[in-house]
């Protein structure tokens, strides 16, 4: 099957520009980015946002109008209700802050994620509040969802995180949300965060991802707007 891929965007935060704490400080500004994917007779989401800005929560963050869920899903004709499957990569509360409004799909989580999830939900890491009411289906280890998109449990970012590998016409994309922030997160030297979940997992995941020749899609770079794989 083929898929094709767009990204949204529903947002933006101010973020270190290095993933290692206290390496490079410095704070620029990157996109809150869902991923539609659309294909096979489905209308998938990857990730859903962060919830609404309230100046009070969170890191530097904002939203334009034009950048809310709904008017960014009516771009493609879609509304809230036509989306069939949500993947979420991990549960922080830039990724999983707009469950709520897709009534009709199935919400996909790896359950080491949940679990680690509901172990600490008082994590700044996470808002409870637009997370904990979404009924999940949990998923264990490495998943073909439906033919043409997999799973790959891939702790690091976070102790239950998945990326996702999807196929398009033109070749294999892998979504890799918050494992790579940014581009520059993937390429040498790789400033990937590995606080030691499950580090021999992580490492295979990342050789398996080489060898795909894939293109790498990160979790908060304007750059993904402007790659000529998508359409506009």
Request: with cysteine.
């Amino acid at each position: 099957m083929s898929y094709v891929i767009h990204p949204l965007i529903l947002g933006s935060a101010l973020r270190p520009r290095d993933p290692r704490p206290g390496v490079h400080p410095e704070l620029i500004e990157g996109p809150v980015i869902s991923y539609l994917v659309i294909g096979d007779g489905h209308n998938i989401l990857v990730d859903t946002g962060g919830h609404a800005p309230d100046n009070v929560r969170r890191i530097p963050y904002f939203r334009k109008p034009e950048q809310e869920f709904v008017h960014q899903l009516s771009l493609f004709g879609l509304k809230p209700n036509d989306i069939d499957t949500i993947i979420i990569t991990h549960l922080h509360w830039d990724h999983s802050g707009n469950n709520a409004l897709f009534k009709n799909a199935r919400v996909i989580v790896q359950r080491r994620e949940y679990d680690a999830f509901i172990a600490d939900m008082d994590n700044s890491c996470y808002d409870k509040e637009t997370a904990l009411p979404t009924k999940y289906e949990l998923v264990d280890d490495d998943v073909e969802l439906y033919p043409g998109i997999e799973l790959l449990l891939m702790p690091g970012h976070s102790p239950g995180f998945q990326s996702v590998v999807i196929d398009t016409d033109r070749k294999k994309h892998v979504i890799l949300s918050d494992t790579a922030v940014r581009y520059e997160h993937w390429e040498e030297p790789r400033l990937i965060q590995d606080p030691g979940y499950d580090s021999e997992r992580l490492m295979r995941c990342i050789k398996l991802i080489d060898s795909m020749d894939a293109v790498i899609l990160p979790g908060h770079d304007m750059d993904v707007f402007h790659h000529d794989t998508y359409p506009v």
